[in-house]
């Protein structure tokens, strides 16, 4: 896979998420709704990677994760989400309400209250996290 399959699967997925929540289907919108972070994130890594350079090992074993802070720190943009957070501080609660979202997800019920602010704070375009990391993919 490439940065582009991962942005395409990415909003994909985000669509598919708003999708089911729209049909009442809160469990699967809440874990499509954070893979399409997870998503989004390692498409920012994919652009890390030159082409024709030959991949950094350890980043590439590190990047098979779910979990969106460590993917967070692997596209090295911890520090502009510090600075985007000074501009706007409604992103660090969007932000943590995006990490608290896991793999381990689909395998539980999510109530649709949960599901719709997990997809609010990735979506909101006055400072949602998915728009932010499109500045960086």
Known sequence: MNRVDFQQIAEVRFEEARSLLG??????????AGYAIECALKACIAKRTREHDFPDKKLANES????????????DLSGALQS??????????????VTNWSEASRYQRTDAQLAASLIEAIEDNSGGVLPWIRLHY
Not at 23 to 32: E, I, N, R, T, V
Not at 65 to 74: A, C, F, G, I, N
């Open 23 to 32: 049909s009442g289907f809160s469990d699967g919108a809440y874990y499509l």
């Open 84 to 97: 985007a957070i000074q501009q706007d501080a409604a992103l660090e609660d969007r932000w943590a309400t």
């Open 64 to 75: 098979h994760t779910h979990s969106l802070r460590e993917l967070l720190r692997l596209a």
